[in-house]
């Protein structure tokens, strides 16, 4: 069943730009996750964290987490055309190690 | 990380015939690998988890028949996909989960049914 809602489903920037996606999910978690995914190809994981932290830094990448209202947001700062991608969050609930994705956003940016 | 290589990219293949799907753990031993499904512009849909030296735990609704999986070793997990038709044509991708918690996924396979 699907956990984790992305919005927006597409979101069209310019290059420099900063770009913001959210997640909101139903259930409980341990911990939750942003993947990339270029088009064609497998996710690659970029940020975790866990239900007991809320905010989170990986170079250009800002993750925050609101357990109370159960989302999650991922901010690229200073975008670049090569961000062009898919972007879904994944929940992990603790039940037999699955991760449940959401339906991901599509993000563009324009050089 | 763990690198997971998946073949092949792609196949297209006559509606009725099987097509085998393989995942490689290249650096590390996967004990289990998941067996995820994908359409266009849609989220990952797990379809089975693998694990080595036992039966494979498929998810609701998927046909175990129909979805062949084989874990017989540490570093190869297949996908066999049973008398095919154009409903399932698909990307197929497998990942593992190391002791990290995240997932590295293999490439994926556009598997196209005519």
């Known amino acids: 069943s699907q956990q984790g809602e992305e919005d927006p489903q597409a979101l069209s920037i310019q290059e420099g730009e900063n770009a913001t996606m959210n997640c909101s999910y139903k259930?409980?978690?341990?911990?939750l996750q942003w993947y990339r995914q270029n088009s064609g190809r497998g996710l690659v994981h970029l940020i975790l964290?866990?239900?007991?932290?809320r905010e989170k830094h990986s170079g250009r990448l800002r993750v925050t987490l609101d357990t109370s209202k159960k989302s999650s947001s991922l901010l690229i700062t200073a975008s670049r055309a090569a961000d062009t991608a898919s972007y879904f969050c994944?929940?992990?609930?603790?039940?037999?190690?699955?991760?449940?994705f959401g339906k991901g956003i599509t993000l563009s940016v324009r050089p | 990380g763990a690198v997971v290589s998946q073949h092949p990219s792609r196949v297209i293949c006559k509606s009725g015939t099987s097509v085998k799907i393989e995942c490689r753990s290249l650096?590390?031993?996967?004990?289990?690998m998941f067996w995820y499904r994908q359409f266009p512009k849609q989220s990952l849909m797990l379809m089975a988890t693998?694990?080595?030296?036992?039966?494979?735990?498929?998810e609701q609704g998927v046909e175990k028949d129909k979805f062949l999986i084989n874990h017989a070793s540490l570093t190869l997990s297949t996908l066999t996909v049973t008398s095919a038709h154009p409903e399932d044509s698909s990307f197929y991708i497998c990942?593992?989960?190391?002791?990290?918690?995240?997932?590295?996924f293999g490439s994926g396979t556009q598997l196209s049914v005519l």
């Open positions: 990942s593992h989960r190391t002791a990290g918690e995240k997932l590295f």
């Open positions: 259930t409980s978690i341990n911990n």
């Open positions: 693998s694990n080595e030296g036992s039966k494979a735990t498929y």
């Open positions: 994944a929940t992990d609930s603790g039940a037999n190690s699955k991760l449940t």
């Open positions: 964290i866990r239900s007991n932290e």
């Open positions: 650096d590390f031993q996967a004990t289990t």
